[in-house]
């Protein structure tokens, strides 16, 4: 299959691609990665007027941590934040989630911005997002604005960025000291969209328990899901009881929809014995802190 007929602009700075967003309306659509545009456009799922490709925007590709946060630029590609040893140490649950993205080929041209705006319910970056309460910058001509990732998410395929915005930056909070994080799902093949998956935080009190836990969500609702467990946690020890009482509480909130691939049943069955391998996973990092 065969795109729709388009048109096409190349900006080559910011204010440029600004301009031009401004001067499309809703018709206008920005390429970056175009792993999950680009066959959107091939089934005809899409059909915008015309397509912006920030790809000569090269300021935009960039991975930085300063300010206690991981900020990563429009234009960095999956695989150039999961190789940026800073990044992954300040953050290890980005390259955690980073390798269960789609495939090597996709990674090195998908960006991690554009997998986050795509808002993708089924999608490992936008969960992570939501576990780690991070913000997204866009920009249009009118200025910047920060969208914290609660109010990010409006519904599936759904971001908060309006008509001539562009999304220029996400900043991930780096980890705090003395807390872990841990990453699981389940796909049908390596590379697959999950059938369920779950991001979860750990945070450890100044006696070396638990004092707080949360998971976030994915493929099990409508926009990525963050459930505080931590009434579940809080004093338990690592691989304790705690851990079963926090899976039972995620298999009560998530209300998840059958497909062709799992039923609802099966997907909240995973929810719970997913939430276990991450909280272990997180609460053992927790205790070994500088594991990349």
Sequence with gaps: ?????LR??????????????ASLGPGGKVLAGGQSLLPLLS???????????????????????????VRVGALA???????????RTAQPLLAKALRFVAHAAIRNRGTTVGSIVHADPAGEMPAVLALLAGTVR???????????????????????????????????PVLPRAAGTGF????????????????????????????AARAAYLSVGPSPLVIDLTEAVTAAPAGGPGFAAAAELARQHVDPEP??????????????????????????????????
């Design 1 to 5: 299959m065969k795109p729709p007929p």
């Design 8 to 21: 096409y602009s190349r900006p080559t700075s910011l204010a440029e691609a600004l301009a031009v967003l």
């Design 43 to 69: 089934m005809r799922l899409a059909a915008p007027d015309h397509l912006v490709d920030i790809n000569r925007l090269a300021d935009l590709a960039y991975v930085r941590v300063d300010g206690g946060q």
């Design 77 to 87: 590609r999956h695989a150039q934040v999961l190789a940026d040893l800073p990044a």
């Design 138 to 172: 866009v920009a249009s001509q009118g200025g910047e604005r920060v969208v914290p990732a609660s109010e990010f998410f409006l519904g599936p395929l759904e971001p908060a960025v309006r008509t001539a915005e562009l999304a220029t930056e996400i900043c991930f």
């Design 184 to 211: 699981a799902e389940v796909s049908r093949r390596q590379g697959d969209y999950a059938v369920c998956g779950v991001a979860a935080m750990v945070q450890l009190g100044d006696d070396g328990r638990i004092a």
């Design 259 to 292: 497909d062709i691939h799992a039923t609802a049943a099966y997907r909240r069955h995973l929810a719970g014995v997913l939430t276990e391998r991450a909280l272990a996973e997180a609460a053992g990092e927790a205790r070994e802190p500088g594991t990349p």
